[in-house]
């Protein structure tokens, strides 16, 4: 009883092996889709082998068999296997799913087997009514299109075996049962070459199927590296790169069907501090919910990228015109104002956006980037944490900066650039301690100049190292006929200090000006060193280590954090003159005032209050215990011949006189 169940659920399992190994993979899409296209390729000539062996087969048999069986029912092969072939014909084309993949070799294996067996069966009928001879031609025939049409079918296992067994079973039975010497040898050589077939049938499907596995698994794992390579990795969202070839195709395809679109270009203000005080853990936190709150509000008319630090970008894919387009990103804009509340701190920024739109601000996908960034960096200096477009007044700074360019390009600059010297005093005994050395442009083509114009220029166009040069030589000419305790303070631009060159051209001038270096202070912006941090430090220490002073400039305008600031070696700063300016009447400059005032002294560094217009604000800064001021109050910055007067007559000359 047991070994009988045993050996029920053996033959089973058996049989359901020789099933599956007959029929068409189920799990495996990939290989059935291979499977069907290498097949494809191989119909018609199948057809034409078992046609033309049909057909000679319906000759030799001509003249002793029925016609119904020679001619019509060759003809009626033909009829079949042309109908078959004209449904190939006309999907040849067509790249079928998996699914119609599937259905189709299954068709073709029921097919190939109704069609072996009957041809078989007509052959072995025709073979009735032959001799000898003609059987063995009826067994060659039989045999031929057996090997040709299984090799057409190497790679469909199951399709290659039905019709092997198909053809193959009854011709060994049949010949078998002719019992003539010829006839059991030629059923013997068919059962050798039909199981050698059949073994490699089984291999080569083996292989085959092997190979399409090993093909399938590299056209995923290059599909995984497409989909990361395209992927900011912290905030799941389209990186840079994805981001430029996704916005060449929408201005390509915007260009082809007159349709626009525009592009955004989003910057947190204040992220900086938060990733400095808090860590990169929370600065990671703070950027992914700020990814999670612009696709959130995106939906589907805004894609949303991050290009990398915290600057991200959007492509507006659907808006109604530009008031449109401004609403939906002060909407994005409002978003990010809401506290972020991460692990353990809440904190808050906001987003500045850039706006450029398609067709109107440019024909060109670059472009278009550029004007957006250009929108953004002028809307952060007077509507920080609102959405700019770029207009035509922005086109027209641009055009007055590239013409500004061309003539400074031009200018014969040792000859048009001049210093002027504002002083710094000490509120205490009313005595210059210092002079600001300041650009002055007059150029002969467009008048006097503002160095806030020209000098943004100039570092744009690469003509701030020879400006530097000019000016520092000079500055320090004049210098040399102060008194000893007047300093000289001079201005550094980013290039300057984040390029080696720059530095040691700098060094040497001042080594070989006959100033002593510990008079010198070299005042520098946190923009400058926010450009390139390590250089921009490397830089300093060097002239630290000259003697020369640093001054942190328009300190309380960027985003320094007190980390960075402790990083360097800086003697001074210089509170801006936005914090200043009505100092006396307003309660919140007064407060920035006192605690930007105590910061530096708790931490040992000189400061110098920039700005001072009126009495009334020089004497609540007074009072705040400021000392050192400078501002239109005071003097504004003067040209050399009018030193002399605001150093009281205490000139080099009148010292040593
Ligand atoms: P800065 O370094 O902050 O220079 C101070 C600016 O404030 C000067 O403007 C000065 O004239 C102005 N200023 C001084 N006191 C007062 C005041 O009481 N009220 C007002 N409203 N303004 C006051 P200036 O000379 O037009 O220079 C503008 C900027 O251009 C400078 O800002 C500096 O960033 C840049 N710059 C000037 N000269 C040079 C230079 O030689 N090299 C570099 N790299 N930059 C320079
Ligand atoms: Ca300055
Ligand atoms: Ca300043």
Partial sequence: MFIRRRRAKLVKTLLSRVVRFLAVPRDNPELVKAQFEVFSRQVPLMYAIVLVNAWAIAFLFLSIAPLWLTVDMAAAFTAVCIVRLSFWWRSRHVSPTPEEARAALIRTNQFGAVLSVTITMWALTLAGYGNEELNGNIAFFMAITGVSVVVCLLHLRSAAFIVGLSIAIPFIVFFTMMATPSSIAMAVNMLFVTTSLLIIVAVQSRHFADAIDARTKLEQANRENMRLANRDSLTGLNNRRRFFAYLNDIHQEARARGQHFAVGIVDLDGFKPVNDLYGHAVGDALLMEVGKRLSALAGNDIQVARLGGDEFALIFLDYRNDTDLLERSEALCVAMREPIVLADVTVRITASIGLAA?????????????????????????????????????????????????????????????????????????????????????????????????????????????????????????????????????NLSTHDISSSEGLTRIVGILSSSGIEPARVDFEITETAMMYDFERAKAAIETLRQMGCGIALDDFGTGYSSLTQIHALPLTKIKIDRSFVCGIDKSPASYKIVKSLLSLSHDMGLGCVIEGVETKAEMQTLERLGARLIQGFHFSRPVPEADIAALLGGRTMESVAG
């Fill in 358 to 490: 398609f067709p109107q601000t440019a024909g060109d996908a670059n472009d278009l980037y550029e004007r957006a960034d250009y929108a953004l960096y002028n809307g952060k200096r007077s509507r920080r944490g609102h959405a700019t477009l770029f207009s035509n007044e922005h086109l027209e700074q641009i055009a007055r900066s590239t013409q500004l360019e061309q003539v400074l390009r031009d200018a014969d600059l040792d000859e048009e650039i001049s210093v002027f010297f504002q002083p710094i005093a000490d509120i205490r005994s009313g005595k210059v301690v210092a002079f600001e050395a300041l650009a002055r442009w007059t150029s002969p083509v467009l008048g006097a100049v503002s160095p806030a114009l020209f000098i943004p220029v100039a570092e744009r166009a690469g003509l701030i190292d020879r400006l530097t040069r000019i000016l520092l030589k000079k500055a320090l000419v004049t210098a040399l006929g102060w008194p000893e305790d007047v300093r000289l303070s001079f």
